[in-house]
C-alpha cells in the first residue's frame, strides 16, 4: 500500500489552518510516527487519512486512486484507534470486542478474539465490565479492536497515553512488529 499527500491543507471553518502545504509518502511496510506538540495537527492528518475530514485542497491518493473513490474499500484495510474512542462502559472486554468484531464482518470471531486479548495483555480482565477497568486498560481495548480483521494500515493517535513505562515498551514492540508486514502510522 502506498498513500500519498501532496500538498495538503486543512483550513477548519472556524478560520484555523491545522495543515499547512503537506506533502509525503507513506509506503508499506513500515512504521511512520508523527511527532510533534499539541495542536501540531497530527489528529487533523489521521482524520484526513481515513476521510473522516476532506482537504482544503491539495490531493491523498492510496495506490494511485483519490482517497475520496477508494474510500470503503480503504475502509475494510483499516485498523484505527482515533484519540478519542468511545468504549461502552456496560459490556464486558470479550463482548465488547465481539461486537467490534461483528461491525467489521468478522464471523466466528473466538480465535481471533482470544489472540487479539492476549496480546494487549488482558486475557484475565477478559470478563471484567469496562467501566471498572483503569485508564490504560482501557486504552489497551481500544487498541486491541483497531488489529481485529488483521487490517493492512493500522492508525494510531496517540495509542501510549495512559500507559505505564513497561507497557509503552510492550505496545512499542507489538507496533514494530505488526509494521513487518503493514502500514502503521502513529501520533506521538
Ligand atoms: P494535534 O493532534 O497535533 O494535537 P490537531 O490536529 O488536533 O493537533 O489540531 C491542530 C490545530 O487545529 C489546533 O490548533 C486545533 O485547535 C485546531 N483544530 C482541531 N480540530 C478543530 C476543529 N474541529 N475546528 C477548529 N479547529 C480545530
Known sequence: MRINIEHVNMIY??????LHDISLTMESPSLIGLLGPNGA???TLMKLLVAGLLPSSGSITVDGEPLVKCERALKGKLGCLPQHFGLYDELTVWQFLDYMAALKGL????T????VIQEVNLTEKSNARIRTLSGGQRQRV???QAFLGDPKLLIFDEPTV??????RIHF???FSQAAQERLVLLST
Open 172 to 174: 512499542r514492540n507489538l
Open 112 to 115: 481471533i478474539l482470544t489472540r
Open 13 to 18: 471553518p472556524t478560520g484555523k489552518q491545522a
Open 107 to 110: 464471523s466466528n470471531a473466538k
Open 142 to 144: 481500544g487498541i486491541a
Open 41 to 43: 495537527g497530527k489528529s
Open 162 to 167: 495512559g500507559l505505564d513505562p513497561e507497557e
